[in-house]
T-cell receptor, first 113, second 115 residues
Framework: GQQLNQSPQSMFIQEGEDVSMNCTSSSIFNTWLWYKQDPGEGPVLLIALYKAGELTSNGRLTAQFGITRKDSFLNISASIPSDVGIYFCAGQPKLYYTDKLIFGTGTRLQVFP | SAVISQKPSRDICQRGTSLTIQCQVDSQVTMMFWYRQQPGQSLTLIATANQGSEATYESGFVIDKFPISRPNLTFSTLTVSNMSPEDSSIYLC????????????FGPGTRLTVL
């Protein structure tokens, strides 16, 4: 099935560093979501974006909905060990919850003390 | 966020058998979806579970292989039929329209290994 291009594929950083990852698509999305998945768990929603250009924060996390509607970015500031996991972007071609999600390929984050 | 449970949480099955996975949410929801996550991969939508009608399958997934039921607004099942080792994956349900929210929440997943 269709997937979004997400980069980087993996990151190895030291505690306290900032992290940036992004997601791009060849087609337009009306909603962008960012999830985190821990081993053995389902994805947990971090941030939802509904409007082009929107910048939204959730604690140390900040995400942006690209102006072109074809990309999104997630930043994590001052990383801590519990940030370890796999981060997925997801896009919805239509608005709101009634539409399927198309997932990115994931970014695996490792944080070293 | 939504409280979603899946049963079983994991299972090891023999080739040729079938397994039914249950998904239960703690409040009525508009939409329920089933996703597959193959080892080390991202999530791919299998189908949308429709209450009172047949599920809507994505390209590459068929009803004979993945029959789905949704008898009410809080419960759905996914059956993986005539399993082969290639079906070894994590199967996740998600819900949309939970208590008026605009996004999808995921269950903990069912880890399936087929020998």
């Amino acid at each position: 099935g269709q997937q979004l291009n997400q980069s980087p594929q993996s990151m190895f950083i030291q505690e306290g560093e900032d992290v940036s990852m992004n997601c791009t698509s060849s087609s337009i999305f009306n909603t962008w979501l960012w999830y985190k998945q821990d081993p053995g768990e389902g994805p947990v929603l971090l941030i939802a974006l509904y409007k082009a250009g929107e910048l939204t924060s959730n604690g140390r996390l900040t995400a942006q909905f690209g102006i072109t509607r074809k990309d999104s970015f997630l930043n994590i500031s001052a990383s801590i060990p519990s940030d370890v996991g796999i981060y997925f972007c997801a896009g919805q071609p239509k608005l709101y919850y009634t539409d399927k999600l198309i997932f990115g390929t994931g970014t695996r984050l490792q944080v070293f003390p | 966020s939504a409280v979603i449970s899946q049963k079983p949480s994991r299972d090891i099955c023999q080739r040729g058998t079938s397994l039914t996975i249950q998904c239960q949410v703690d409040s009525q929801v508009t939409m329920m979806f089933w996703y597959r996550q193959q080892p080390g991969q991202s999530l791919t939508l299998i189908a949308t579970a429709n209450q009172g009608s047949e599920a809507t399958y994505e390209s590459g997934f068929v009803i004979d292989k993945f029959p789905i039921s949704r008898p009410n607004l809080t419960f759905s099942t996914l059956t993986v039929s005539n399993m082969s080792p290639e079906d070894s994956s994590i199967y996740l349900c998600s819900v949309g329209g939970y208590r008026g929210t605009d996004t999808q929440y995921f269950g903990p997943g069912t880890r399936l290994t087929v020998l």
